[in-house]
């Protein structure tokens, strides 16, 4: 079975992306033991990532590169914010150090992480950029499974992990 719209897809990665200095690091990855499972097709996945992944099947080797804007997008020089350090202090917590990932929240209840770029003498410098942002992704892996969604899969619009248990 190929990879298409309403197939539950298990594959392992490999995830690099370049520095400031041009150099390759490692980020994440996705082993055999603990693979990336997930519905094809359904947004759950960065579209262009899936887009690489289309009519694939199982036992197929993968390598490919997403620019940043097919990503994360590029990284926007607005969504810098200094937040007071008493947002930390009044209620009794420790002040975030440069390179922590704090948890935030809106007005609107959004919750999403920022990381902190400084402290100052009455603010935390935050960066609200997607840790990935601005950044180029290389993906390397291989496809172990894909099958058909059962149909509470696709109600729920999610997969319920390779072998079609749900596990929750």
Known sequence: MNISE?????????????????????????????????LYGVGMMLPKFEEQLTGMKTGDDYSFELSAADGY??????????????????????????????????????????????????TVAVDLNH???GKNLMFEGKILS???ATKDELTHGHAHGADGQAGH
Do not use: C, W
């Open 146 to 148: 894909v099958r058909e």
């Open 73 to 122: 997008g590029e990284l926007d020089p607005g969504a810098f914010a200094d937040l007071p350090k008493s947002m930390f202090t009044d209620a009794g917590g420790e002040l975030p150090a440069v390179g922590d990932v704090i948890p935030l929240q809106d007005n609107n209840d959004n919750q999403f992480r920022a990381g902190v770029t400084a402290v100052h003498e009455d």
């Open 6 to 38: 309403n197939t539950v897809v298990s594959l392992t990665y490999d995830l690099h992306t370049t520095n400031e200095e041009g150099k390759t690091v490692f980020v994440e990855k996705a082993d055999e033991e603990n693979p990336l499972v997930f």
């Open 131 to 133: 840790p990935m942002a």
